[in-house]
């Protein structure tokens, strides 16, 4: 078992830039690949970005390519997600999830945090 705890979400505007965090406590966290998804109002959970339990690799929704990063710091217990250049159509929850053996579908992962809100204003 693991569990997670995002921060870092907020209010910025278009153009502007956020860093969201996600702490694991339990299980090592090392094992799992790590996720960011996103849901906005009255949509599905949608994939962000993904990476391996080692970080060596990396994926990314086409929405979000070449602006955000996702990284981790086994060390920390950590995985983060640097947004840049963020657009209204970014405001959504953000999740972070972790899977053993996960990659780009939502149910691939086994464990969720609550949830950080992303709001971004045009």
């Known amino acids: 078992q693991v569990q997670l ?7 910025v505007q278009a153009g502007g830039s956020l860093r969201l965090s996600c ?3 339990g299980r090592t ?16 959970r949608d994939f962000v970005a993904a ?3 080692s970080g060596g690799r990396t994926v990314y929704a086409d929405s979000v390519k070449g602006r955000f990063t996702i990284s981790r710091d086994n060390a920390k217990n ?3 997600l640097e947004m840049n250049s963020l657009k209204p159509e970014d405001t959504a929850v953000y999740y972070c999830a972790a899977g053993h053996t996960a ?4 149910d691939q992962y086994e464990y969720w945090g609550q949830g950080t809100q992303v709001t971004v204003s045009s």
């Open 103 to 106: 990659w780009g579908r939502r």
């Open 5 to 11: 705890v995002e921060s870092g979400g907020g209010l």
């Open 51 to 53: 990476i391996t339990r």
């Open 29 to 44: 966290f090392s094992v799992y690949t790590m996720g960011w998804f996103r849901q906005a109002p009255e949509k599905e």
């Open 23 to 25: 702490a694991a406590s």
């Open 78 to 80: 950590t995985v983060y």
